[in-house]
């Protein structure tokens, strides 16, 4: 599968974007797909990740519960993550992967995915 993230840009801090993950050449809805973000100097960290197969399992890292929504539309093969109340903090890159058959105890680990999107650059300003 291929994937392709976009809906990146420079917003203010309380602001809102959504992200969009579009993926090409699988069987999109068996596969988990996670948003990741990595900041300047900075380690790449996990998001949200939402699974496949209809079980439709959801994680969020503590840091963006209650802000950013993650969902998944299989028919447009997009997973979509809604931002808001954006942070300075937020400011980074955003990665969209995915693969398939993962346990749920590996969805928030970036190793346990294959395949990565180009990534796309949100900007927070304060």
């Known amino acids: 599968v291929q994937l392709q993230a976009c809906g990146g840009g420079l917003v203010q801090t309380g602001r809102s974007l959504r992200l969009s993950c579009v993926a090409s050449g699988g069987a999109f809805s068996r596969y988990t797909i996670g948003w990741f973000r990595q900041a300047p100097m900075k380690e790449r960290e996990f998001v949200a990740t939402?699974?496949?197969?209809?079980?439709?399992?959801?994680k969020y890292a503590d840091s963006v519960k209650g802000r950013f929504t993650i969902s998944r539309d299989n028919a447009k093969n997009t997973v979509s993550l809604q931002m808001n109340s954006l942070k300075p903090e937020d400011t980074a890159i955003y990665y969209c992967a995915g693969d398939r058959d993962l346990i749920v105890s590996s969805m928030t680990t970036p190793s346990a995915y294959h395949y990565w999107g180009q990534g796309t650059l949100v900007t927070v300003s304060s």
């Open positions: 939402i699974s496949g197969l209809g079980r439709s399992t959801i």
